[in-house]
């Protein structure tokens, strides 16, 4: 999906790979990414018992620079909801995938465990309580994230899909350049 | 990577794939790639990051990631929580 800004590039600039954040559909692309980097530790071998640093570290660098790419992303483009008001994007989108992703990964990993199947390299160390502490330890860095989090657990605690269950927002461009030197991260 | 591709249009169900595939990879694939798709989705933010806001200021990357590579294995949890703070 070609972004959409890009219509003078050459066809051969590697930038046609970048998603289309006008549409959500992209938003949705590049935000999956983001949330499986933040899961990222619950599905890695060093979370039960393998040493690897070296993965482990490239991990971090990656979710590092993808809170900031989020960061950058949706100072630019707006979320707006049906009636074309502009909606908080972690409120509102972001905060709830990541939970509903998480919830169903433990739902995922519970019936996993209900009909036997086991981890093939870690049988072990991966059980369910395991499992369930890495994707919490991963979502208790911010008191509203967590809280949306234990909610989606109460009221959905086994969810069949990994798939934005939420409204589709439509998306406006904010107004005036932005560019990474003004762009105050927090 | 072994004749499987990651692309952005369908970048999403490469994620839910590697959700889904989590316990049982090699039951459902010919070979276990967590470890080198996380490789390939660290690249590809990595370009995303660079194409869509430039090129990375070397002395903020420097130091934030000089702050975790001391945090080491993790073992101090007050120290993840600081790097939280800054990210």
């Known amino acids: 999906m070609p972004f959409f800004e890009s219509l003078d590039w050459s066809p051969d600039d590697p930038r046609w790979h970048l998603p289309d954040l006008a549409s959500f559909d992209g938003i949705l692309d590049v935000c999956s990414l983001f949330c499986l980097l933040e899961l990222g530790n619950a599905l890695a071998p060093w979370s039960y018992g393998e040493k690897n640093n070296a993965e482990r570290r490239r991990l971090m660098y990656a979710r590092k620079r993808a809170r900031i790419l989020r960061h950058w992303i949706f100072k630019r483009y707006k979320l707006l909801d049906k009636n074309n008001n502009i909606v908080d994007y972690k409120r509102a989108f972001y905060w709830p995938y990541l939970s509903q992703i998480a919830c169903a990964l433990v739902g995922y990993t519970r019936n996993a465990h209900l009909k036997g199947v086991e981890h093939r390299d870690f049988e072990k160390e991966c059980t369910e309580a395991a499992v369930l502490k890495v994707i919490e330890g991963s979502l208790q860095h911010h008191q509203e994230l967590w809280r949306m989090y234990c909610d989606a657990r109460a009221v959905d605690s086994l969810p069949v899909t990994f798939a934005w269950k939420g409204p589709w927002f439509q998306i406006q461009k904010a107004e005036g350049s932005l560019t990474g030197e003004n762009i105050i991260f927090p | ?87």
């Open chain 2, 1 to 87: 990577m072994g004749g499987h591709y990651f692309s952005t249009p369908t970048l999403r169900d490469t994620c839910y794939g590697m959700y889904h595939s989590f316990l049982v990879g090699r039951l459902l694939t010919n070979d276990e790639h967590n470890k080198h798709a996380f490789m390939f989705l660290a690249r590809i933010v990595a370009f995303y990051k660079t194409s869509l806001m430039g090129s990375e200021d070397p002395e903020a990357i420097s130091s934030c990631d000089e702050k975790i590579d001391k945090m080491g294995a993790f073992s101090n949890a007050t120290t993840a929580t600081n790097i939280y703070a800054i990210l």
